[in-house]
């Protein structure tokens, strides 16, 4: 089993729509990072939490830290919203990625 | 130039071949990373550096050698690379190497290993 299980794995929705994209970790963590990659490849850094929750414009993302469990939110959901979504955990040294959520934000 | 830039941006190479990646940041951080993603993998953390000094190696092969010469430069040195080693190379830097840094990505060097 994956100490970081991100889901969905792929995400499909109409523009506009509230999206929420899920990760839980098995570890003890310092911290939590999502992680937006887009299709050419470029990783931008959208949260990094480590309590409660964070909002960025139309990104919330929040962190359970007893249950073990983030999620990211994307209000009125747009295209170029269309990424895949990784979420990574810290525990001590080491830094352990999920395998991302790739979202698809149709017109 | 501003945050992290990487070069080249793509890069094909024969497995006799010596080349190096470049990473370089602008934003007066000590902790600089590499990272590999390969297709359909999640992504591995291969080298930290903190105030120039290598503090993680995540089991790479010594085909990979990284160098640090100042806290706003690293590179990755690449020789004898096998096909398997094609993937994209990130690059990411961040104000200390702790775990609670958030960490900015070079927009990668997508690396092809023939």
């Known amino acids: 089993k994956n100490e970081v299980e991100q889901s969905p794995q792929n995400l499909t929705a109409q523009e506009g729509e509230f999206i929420t994209i899920n990760c839980s970790y098995s570890?003890?963590?310092?911290?939590l990072h999502w992680l937006q990659q887009h299709p050419g490849g470029g990783i931008v850094s959208l949260f990094m939490l480590s309590s409660g929750k964070k909002k960025h414009g139309r990104l919330i993302a929040t962190i359970n830290i007893q249950e073990k469990h983030s999620s990211l939110h994307i209000t009125a959901s747009h295209p170029r919203d269309s990424a895949v979504y990784i979420c990574a955990v810290r525990p001590d040294d080491k830094i352990i990625f999920g395998k991302g959520t790739r979202l698809h934000i149709l017109p | 130039e501003t945050g992290v830039t990487q070069t080249p941006r793509h890069l094909v190479m024969g497995m006799t071949n010596k080349k190096s990646l470049k990473c370089e940041q602008h934003l007066g951080h000590n902790a600089m990373y590499w990272y590999k993603q390969s297709a359909k993998k999640p992504l591995e953390l291969m080298f930290v550096y903190n105030f120039k000094e290598q503090t993680e190696n995540n089991s790479v092969p010594s085909r990979f050698s990284p160098e640090c010469p100042n806290s706003s430069h690293l590179f990755l040195h690449l020789h004898t690379l096998q096909p398997e080693d094609s993937a994209l190379y990130l690059c990411a830097s961040s104000q200390d190497g702790g775990g609670t840094d958030t960490q900015y990505f070079g927009p990668g060097t997508r690396l092809t290993v023939l």
């Open positions: 570890v003890g963590i310092s911290a």
